[in-house]
């Protein structure tokens, strides 16, 4: 199923329709749709899709140089000039590799040998060759000051999660408020809504794919097994992060890590983006660190803790309300600006959270001088409780000049509530 990503693939195709050579880089975590995206992009085009293999590099330049081959209607010699020959000499003609970082591991010379190929075949071709990699790490480092790949990417994309709303387009039965539940256990990872059974009900759904069987059950250990030599380090401190630890000093001491040290940690899972560093959008407040990403959140509170219980055949228990307080606050965030460009809300800027002891409003958004403040309630609002939280809220921020709104799992028709029925229509 291909799922919103309409920007990404607009600008795929107009790159296609300049008829310049393009080397273009499409990198995020594993299950965000890159494979579904350039898919997509190669349909009714010249071109060949190769999906890379961790294994010997000859082996790959062989099954490479066949396809290839097929593909042209020619015979392609197994190695590196020769490929990049027949690439050359194909004219328009769209080579997707995916995973290419599997080549990097079995041999580190694997990027000098695309810079070369591509500074001395194919950067007056017609070629357009697309690298899709999981691995964020060796994406950036590829595309950074000194990697292979530096000043001849003519695009780099970033694949993250969906936007709320397209969590329609894989249960289009469930209601606004089941829609919120399984994006906030999902992050909103396309493949991951794709696995549930439109046939079962939220509660169904979560049983199965968390049981021990289940494919989510062990998936965010293997996410960080992927990016990380040290999981079970990264994996205490986002258990840290998530059971209350914000500043700095808090998550050194709860994860029981050397303060010296956190901070590499911490900017992996910042780069992975799992976890977000969040400075106050009006003041100077401590920044402190959240769990961003909402699968992570959703299997450290919930899953990593019952590992033993559902290891017997049992399903999580779980407490979804208590969840969705903070998940659902993520889950309008990341609808602001749909919601801002359809008119719901009036305008955004740079937003962010607002705190300074112990105050707190949810999102707070700076445009000039004037602000737009919402807070998150995943609960059902009534107009007295919607009068009440907007006079709080007003008074928290000192009265300033802005517009004022109130986020919610369902509430009264006014202008100034945001609810779950809005976000995912």
């Known amino acids: 199923m291909f799922v919103d990503r309409e920007e990404e693939l607009a600008l795929l195709e107009r790159l296609y329709a300049s008829g310049r050579p393009h080397l273009v880089l499409i990198y995020g975590r594993r299950r965000v749709g890159k494979t579904w995206l350039v898919k997509k992009f190669l349909e009714g085009k010249r071109g060949l899709y190769f999906y890379a293999r961790r294994r010997p590099l000859r082996d790959e330049l062989a099954d490479l140089a066949e396809g290839l081959g097929r593909a042209l209607g020619r015979y392609v010699r197994p190695d590196w000039d020769s490929i990049f020959a027949a690439l050359r000499d194909a004219g328009r003609f769209v080579l997707a590799v995916d995973e290419f970082g599997y080549w990097l591991d079995e041999d580190p010379g694997t990027l000098s040998a695309i810079q070369r190929g591509w500074d001395e075949y194919l950067s007056d071709s017609g070629a357009f060759l697309v690298l899709l990699s999981s691995a964020v790490a060796v994406a950036e480092r590829a595309v950074a000051y000194g990697g292979g790949l530096f000043g001849r990417a003519t695009a780099r994309m970033r694949l993250g999660p969906l936007e709320p709303r397209y969590a329609k387009s894989f249960l289009p039965a469930y209601s606004p408020r089941d829609l919120a539940a399984a994006y906030a256990v999902t992050n909103g990872i396309p493949y991951y809504l794709a696995l549930f059974d439109r046939g079962k009900d939220l509660g169904g759904n979560l049983n199965a794919l968390f049981s021990r069987w289940g494919p989510l059950y062990e998936e965010a250990e293997n996410l960080l097994r992927y990016e990380a030599r040290e999981p079970h380090i990264y994996l205490n401190i986002v258990r840290a992060i998530e059971e209350g630890a914000s ?3 808090e998550i050194a001491d709860r994860a029981r890590i050397s303060p010296q ?5 911490l900017h992996v899972l910042e780069k ?14 401590r920044p402190i660190y959240v769990v961003s990403d909402l699968y992570v959140k959703f299997w450290t509170r919930f899953v990593y803790p019952q590992r033993g219980w559902i290891e017997l055949g049992n399903p999580p228990a779980l407490d979804l309300d208590s969840y969705m307080g903070s998940a659902f606050e993520e889950i309008v965030r990341r609808a602001l600006p749909r919601l801002h460009k359809s008119g719901v809300v009036k305008r955004l800027g740079r937003c962010g959270r607002y705190w300074s002891g112990d105050v707190e409003v ?7 001088g004037r602000i737009t403040a919402v807070e998150v309630k995943w609960s059902d609002l009534g107009e007295d409780d919607v009068e009440r939280i907007l006079e709080e809220t007003k008074d928290k921020l000192g009265r300033r000049e802005g517009d004022y709104y109130v986020a919610a799992r369902s509430g009264p028709k006014d202008p100034r509530v945001i609810t779950a029925d809005q976000i995912f229509a």
């Open 247 to 249: 500043t700095y000093s």
């Open 272 to 285: 992975l983006e799992i976890v977000r560093r969040e400075a106050p959008v009006l003041g100077k407040a």
């Open 261 to 265: 040290t956190l901070a590499k940690y």
């Open 362 to 368: 949810d999102i707070v958004c700076v445009d000039g």
